[in-house]
């Protein structure tokens, strides 16, 4: 047995776990936009506006290709987390089980203390300047 031997990191936040979570179900049922955003202005540090990508994912699902803007930002949250790409590639779990995926995104998020509801809307100034 090797005691120096690292574990892979792993979703804290289950696949199909959305009832661990009703509010956050709910939201994303009825507006995936607004969970997406939030998610991508956590993701990106708060460089992007909740709003303006709340309001791109809105206007991708017009024409059925929401999600491939969120399988990017999934991948984008699974490299800055080494998270592995579970149960499947990034853009089938998004093609496929588009509530699930944004659900277990906005949990991971919130289990790391980073809870996409407590971020405000506006990219963070400061940022712009590094």
Known sequence: MNIFKLSKPKWSADF?????????CCLTCWLPCVTFGRIAH????GD??????????CLLM?????????CIYREKMRSKYGLPAEPCCDCGVHYFCECCA???EYGELKNRGKDPADYTSAPNPLKMFK
């Open 16 to 24: 199909f776990g959305c009832h661990t979570d009703v509010g956050t």
């Open 42 to 45: 956590v993701v990106d540090d």
């Open 48 to 57: 992007s506006s909740c709003c303006a990508q709340g309001c791109v994912y």
């Open 62 to 70: 017009m024409v059925s290709c929401h999600w491939i803007l969120s």
């Open 102 to 104: 944004l659900c277990q």
